[in-house]
Each structure stands twice: as structure tokens, then as C-alpha cells.
T-cell receptor, first 116, second 111 residues
Framework: GAVVSQHPSWVICKSGTSVKIECRSL??????MFWYRQFPKQSLMLMAT?????????EQGVEKDKFLINHASLTLSTLTVTSAHPEDSSFYIC????????????FGPGTRLTVL | AQKVTQAQTEISVVEKEDVTLDCVYE???????LFWYKQPPSGELVFLIR??????QNEISGRYSWNFQKSTSSFNFTITASQVVDSAVYFC????????FGPGTRLSVLP
């Protein structure tokens, strides 16, 4: 099956710093990538949808200026958490969808962010 | 759009017991897909199965089996002879265009 990677797998940072998380589709071209956030013992919550070459579409309640998403190529999307605070500590998961089949998405392994 | 409901939030069983995780879906589409994912404690989502609405045959893969019934709008997942490694959160989900993940069912298999 298709492989999606995320980097880093975990990160610890100080409050006020910015953190960038990369999501890569390794063996297919991802026309669309999704970013999810998951708090402990809760479900995945979609944050935003990004299409290659265009601005991301954010879900209601997600701050665009805080969670910057860039989908500059068909294999890479990045999520930057700007001025991170402890409440941003969470598990961030990306998924990717190829242009061939809109009914399936492939998930990355997730990035655990801890903000001190 | 589709909506899926997993009424069981948490289930605990003893190893070797069989366990069925329920999933009920709502849709107005005539053609649709449903997925099951497993999320172990490590956090990575593991794809288990994808089923389209045209195929009502039950699926079996080792100790896993899925029962898809249009008449009851259900897509249930059964683990036979459960093992401790089956402990995870299991999600029944619609295709990505519908975007909404439910809370899933947290399965604990006790030794």
C-alpha cells in the first residue's frame, strides 16, 4: 500500500517557539493532504485540508495564523505550529489522498508535540 | 454525506474471547464506502478494510471478520480468539470527503 511519513515523530519545545511538522507521500503523488489533531483518549479532529498549489481550507475553530499549512509539492505538506503553547500539545496526524481514488486516504504515523 | 456511529465506547474482554465491534452508518448515497482502522497505543492508524456498497459478502482475514448488512445499515467487525495485541481503539469511518471520525471503540483485551 501507499506510504506516508511524518517528521519528526515526536518533538518537545518551549512555549512561544514554532514547530514545523512534515508530511510526505513516499510512493505516490498526493493531490490532497489532511491534517488531524488528536488529544488523549479522543478521536481525530480534522484541522485542515490542503490541495497542492492552493491555500489550505481550515475547519471551523482552527486558527489559520497559528497553524500554517503549506502544500508546495505533490509529495510534501508541512504544518507549522506558530508560537506554540502548552494547550497545543497533542498528537498530529496527516493523511494523503492520491488523485486516482478519492475514497481512500493513507495515514502518516503521527507526530507527538509536547509544549513545555 | 455519510455518518457512522459506534455505540460502544469501551469494551473489555478476556483473552481468547470473541468480540464484535458495532458500526451503524447513515447515508443517502447509493454508492458508498466504509473503512475500519485500528489505532494501537503507538498512535499510528492501521488500515484494516475497505468495503464498497456493492459488495455484501462477508470478509474474513485470519481472526478478523466483517459483516456488512445493508438491511440493517451495519458494518460490524468481529475478532475471534482475541489477543492482548488486539487492544486498541478501532474506528469505523466514511471516506475522507466526509471527514468526520467518531470516537471509536476502545478495546481492552485482558490476559
Amino acid at each position: 500500500g501507499a506510504v506516508v511519513s511524518q517528521h519528526p515523530s515526536w518533538v518537545i519545545c518551549k512555549s512561544g517557539t514554532s514547530v514545523k511538522i512534515e508530511c510526505r507521500s513516499l510512493d505516490f503523488q498526493a493531490t490532497t493532504m489532511f491534517w488531524y489533531r488528536q488529544f488523549p483518549k479522543q478521536s481525530l479532529m480534522l484541522m485542515a485540508t490542503s490541495n497542492e498549489g492552493s491555500k489550505a481550507t481550515y475547519e471551523q475553530g482552527v486558527e489559520k495564523d497559528k497553524f500554517l499549512i503549506n502544500h508546495a509539492s505533490l509529495t510534501l505538506s508541512t504544518l507549522t505550529v506558530t508560537s506554540a503553547h502548552p494547550e497545543d500539545s497533542s498528537f498530529y496526524i496527516c493523511s494523503a489522498r492520491s488523485g486516482r481514488d478519492s475514497n481512500e486516504q493513507f495515514f502518516g504515523p503521527g507526530t507527538r508535540l509536547t509544549v513545555l | 454525506a455519510q455518518k457512522v456511529t459506534q455505540a460502544q465506547t469501551e469494551i473489555s474482554v478476556v483473552e481468547k474471547e470473541d468480540v464484535t465491534l458495532d458500526c451503524v452508518y447513515e447515508t443517502r448515497d447509493t454508492t458508498y464506502y466504509l473503512f475500519w482502522y485500528k489505532q494501537p497505543p503507538s498512535g499510528e492508524l492501521v488500515f484494516l478494510i475497505r468495503r464498497n456498497s456493492f459488495d455484501e459478502q462477508n470478509e474474513i482475514s485470519g481472526r478478523y471478520s466483517w459483516n456488512f448488512q445493508k438491511s440493517t445499515s451495519s458494518f460490524n467487525f468481529t475478532i475471534t480468539a482475541s489477543q492482548v495485541v488486539d487492544s486498541a481503539v478501532y474506528f469505523c469511518a466514511p471516506p475522507p470527503r466526509d471527514f468526520v471520525f467518531g470516537p471509536g471503540t476502545r478495546l481492552s483485551v485482558l490476559p
